[in-house]
């Protein structure tokens, strides 16, 4: 099994590469981009204000902005709600990728996996569109439920570098594997498959879920982000989208293979016959009640 996540590692990697998918990779893009361009054109200014009066009104902040005051740090208080905004705005921008990649992109990169690699891979059709849609947004509620229960968490040093990618992990998991097999694989397939395999398929989403924490460092340059704010979303989005299309190739190498090992092994079980013992048969010469030699 380790062997098998190398081997599809590896070639996630290489068919990100591929002309193909980089240019799928622009469709999540400008479909965010456009809808966060859109939004922060209309309605950037009456959120930072509604943001900004209602921090005001929290007796702890208003200590601790006075307290920055006393240290020399009192502009602070000025980029605080742009930061706030931005904060909960980035977590949407991941979900909304994610949610995208799964959509328009993990289709058309499952075809070229299934034509370079596994063509005569017969299609079952376990799940059609509608499902996989149903599916998608079941699991990414969750998700964001699950995220916004933890955010106590992340105020503890450790669980901030473990909570979040594990929730990622588990939503990348979920999304990705229903959606690769949704095509090629009935639903019992499906369903043993995502069973048989939980822990390799979680620990892949979890590694994809720190490799997405990657793209968040751009925001580590304090008070350049907000002047750079709309270049880094635009940046962000993009690295986000690549490492959700490596996500899918990798899931899409991997359950693939698995898929074909599994019908592999059920053809050769379902060909081999146990032997039946042929009964012991009477001479014609034999004297009645006896047995031939």
């Given at each position: 099994?380790?062997?098998s996540l190398?081997?599809s590692?590896?070639?996630?990697?290489?068919?990100?590469?591929?002309?193909?998918?980089?240019?799928?990779?622009?469709?999540?893009?400008l479909?965010?981009?456009?809808?966060?361009a859109?939004l922060?054109?209309?309605?950037?200014?009456?959120?930072?204000?509604?943001?900004?009066?209602?921090?005001e009104?929290?007796?702890?902040?208003a200590?601790?902005?006075?307290?920055?005051?006393s240290?020399g740090?009192?502009g602070?208080?000025?980029?605080?709600?742009?930061?706030?905004?931005?904060?909960?705005?980035?977590?949407?921008?991941?979900?909304?990728s994610l949610v995208?990649?799964?959509?328009?992109m993990?289709p058309?990169?499952?075809?070229?996996?299934?034509l370079?690699?596994?063509?005569?891979?017969?299609?079952r059709?376990?799940?059609?569109f509608?499902?996989?849609?149903?599916?998608?947004?079941a699991c990414?509620?969750?998700?964001l439920?699950?995220?916004?229960?933890?955010?106590?968490?992340?105020?503890?040093?450790?669980?901030?570098?473990?909570?979040p990618?594990?929730?990622w992990?588990?939503?990348?998991?979920?999304?990705?594997?229903f959606?690769?097999l949704?095509?090629h694989?009935?639903?019992?397939?499906?369903?043993?498959l995502?069973t048989?395999?939980?822990?390799?398929?979680?620990?892949?989403?979890?590694?994809t879920?720190?490799?997405?924490?990657?793209?968040s460092?751009?925001?580590?340059m304090?008070?350049?982000?907000?002047?750079?704010a709309p270049?880094?979303i635009?940046?962000s989005?993009?690295l986000y989208t690549?490492?959700?299309?490596?996500?899918a190739l990798?899931?899409?190498?991997?359950?693939?293979?698995?898929?074909?090992?599994l019908?592999?092994a059920?053809?050769?079980?379902?060909?081999v016959?146990?032997?039946v013992?042929?009964?012991?048969r009477?001479?014609p010469?034999?004297?009645?009640?006896?047995?031939?030699?």
């Amino acid at each position: 099994m380790t062997r098998s996540l190398l081997d599809s590692f590896w070639r996630a990697v290489a068919y990100c590469l591929h002309p193909k998918v980089i240019l799928l990779s622009l469709a999540p893009l400008l479909v965010v981009g456009g809808g966060v361009a859109l939004l922060g054109y209309y309605f950037w200014e009456p959120a930072v204000d509604a943001v900004r009066g209602t921090l005001e009104q929290w007796s702890l902040l208003a200590s601790f902005f006075a307290w920055l005051a006393s240290v020399g740090a009192g502009g602070f208080q000025s980029v605080f709600a742009p930061l706030v905004i931005v904060a909960l705005a980035i977590p949407v921008c991941v979900v909304a990728s994610l949610v995208l990649v799964a959509w328009l992109m993990t289709p058309a990169m499952v075809r070229l996996v299934e034509l370079r690699r596994f063509p005569t891979l017969a299609r079952r059709e376990g799940a059609g569109f509608v499902q996989g849609l149903a599916w998608s947004l079941a699991c990414t509620l969750v998700a964001l439920a699950a995220l916004v229960a933890s955010l106590p968490l992340w105020l503890i040093p450790p669980l901030v570098l473990v909570v979040p990618p594990l929730i990622w992990g588990w939503l990348t998991y979920r999304v990705f594997s229903f959606d690769v097999l949704a095509l090629h694989a009935s639903r019992d397939e499906r369903r043993q498959l995502m069973t048989l395999h939980r822990w390799p398929l979680f620990g892949m989403g979890v590694l994809t879920g720190y490799l997405g924490a990657a793209p968040s460092l751009l925001w580590a340059m304090s008070a350049l982000t907000l002047v750079l704010a709309p270049v880094l979303i635009l940046v962000s989005i993009w690295l986000y989208t690549l490492v959700f299309a490596f996500s899918a190739l990798w899931f899409a190498h991997y359950l693939l293979a698995a898929l074909q090992d599994l019908r592999g092994a059920e053809a050769t079980a379902s060909t081999v016959v146990p032997a039946v013992a042929e009964p012991l048969r009477l001479s014609p010469a034999s004297p009645p009640g006896g047995i031939a030699a």
